[in-house]
Structures are given as C-alpha cells and as structure tokens.
C-alpha cells in the first residue's frame, strides 16, 4: 500500500457507523496516478459511501480519505484537482446542457473554451442545446462526464459511467479514460459491469459487507481464476442467482 504522500487517492481505517450498524469497516486502499482502478462490490457493500467520504459528502466515523494528501473539503479549487460523477448529471432538467457547463465553468473561474471541448469528449456536441428533460440515461451519463472533465481534474472519480450507453457509447468512454490514465492522471471508478471492469481496470479494490476483501493489479486479484467474473464470485461467496 502506497504512503498518503506517494497516493492520488488515500483511504486508511475508514469506518461509517449508523447506530450498531457498520456500513464500511476499516476500509483501506490506495489509487496511483497513470492508472485506471476499478472498485467492485456487491449492493450494500459500502461502495457508494466510501465514495462520499472520499469526496466530503459524508463524515467518517473514523479514518482518513485523502486526495492528494489532504482532504477533498481543503482543496482550493477542487473541481481543477478531482472531476466526480456520482449522481450522474445533476442538472436542473429545465436548464440546456450547456447552460448547466457554463454555470459550472463560471462558478469554479474555468475558461468558457473548455466546454466545446468536454462536449466533443463525451459526444455530446449535437446534443448540447437539448434540455437535460430530454436526455436519455445514456446522455445524462456522458452530461455528468463532462462536468467532471471540465477543470481538467488530475483524478476522476465515477460512479457507473457507462450505465445507459449502447455498446459504442461504452467503447468510445473506455478509450477517454483510459487515454486519460495514460496522460498521467487518476481514475477510480465503481461499476456492476465484470466484462467492462476487465477491460478498463489496471487495478481492482473489491469491498464486500462493508470490508475490502482483494485489492491489487487486475492481474494479481484474479490469479488462480479464469475471469473477474469468476474471481469476483469467488471472492465475496455470492451464489448465483444472488442479487449483487
């Protein structure tokens, strides 16, 4: 496990308690720049609430999440450090794609140039005068994309970015982020979507009631197995025909 200084990402011994209950219990991992990590988990594993924790959308009980050293809340100019999509587009579903970037862009001083540029990234271009009303799930996913790309953030971190997408709209996300990995920066994603993980992920962090049972390169956490399908169910017990 990386340092908190040598981390995109640093998450050590967080733990989210309601009442008795313990949603995430002393979760620790690492993300490294250059990379695409995958973070996997059956429903109600804690996947979704380390993610707020990450981005200061909710409090740990204990433990500590960093982005780039200290916590999301301290950065200056968080939208230019970290690019997150956990609610997909988040727009007023009155307001014009383009309105919703450009209010994005003014209220975090981002050059109004960036947003053509976002918009063709996620192919969105045609769509941009559409109200979000009109959005499919699909195009409210790449919207909610190009929000995170807009300050150029050296870190994403998504939630399901390809739910909706048709088979293409998968592929043509697969190569930004991972041509965005390559550049140098950060991407955590969390996803249901074995196949896709496989073919995306340089790394895997997978939770499972509330615990991180395997992390490490895509490689290491699946020795011994035929697929991450394969590892997955493996790993976490889930039978088929489970929900997960």
Not at 40 to 54: E, F, V, Y
Not at 217 to 238: H, P
């Amino acid at each position: 496990m990386l340092t908190k200084d040598q981390a995109s990402i640093y998450v050590h011994e967080v733990t989210k308690t309601y009442g008795p209950t313990s949603v995430v219990d002393k979760v620790s991992f690492t993300v490294c720049p250059g990379r695409v990590t995958g973070f996997l988990g059956p429903n109600g594993a804690g996947k979704s609430t380390t993610l707020r924790i990450l981005l200061g959308l909710d409090r740990p009980t204990s433990g500590t999440a960093l982005i780039e050293g200290k916590p999301y809340v301290e950065h200056a100019q968080p939208l230019r450090t970290v690019g997150a999509m956990i609610d997909g587009a988040s727009a007023i579903p009155e307001r014009r794609a383009i309105d919703h970037l450009r209010w994005l862009a003014q209220s975090n001083r981002i050059a109004k140039q960036r947003i053509p540029e976002v918009l063709d990234m996620v192919g969105l271009t045609q769509a941009a005068r559409m109200r979000v009303r009109a959005y499919s799930l699909g195009m409210k996913q790449r919207l909610g994309l190009a929000a995170a790309l807009l300050g150029e953030p050296r870190i994403l971190v998504l939630d399901e970015p390809v739910n909706g997408l048709d088979p293409e709209g998968i592929r043509s996300i697969r190569r930004l982020l991972r041509d965005y990995a390559r550049q140098g920066n950060t991407v955590l994603l969390s996803s249901h979507l074995m196949d896709e993980t496989a073919k995306i992920a340089d790394d895997l962090v997978i939770i499972n009631k509330g615990r991180i049972i395997a992390s490490g390169s895509l490689a290491e956490v699946t020795s011994g197995y035929d697929s991450l399908e394969e590892a997955f169910f493996g790993l976490t017990g889930i039978k088929g025909g489970e929900s997960w």
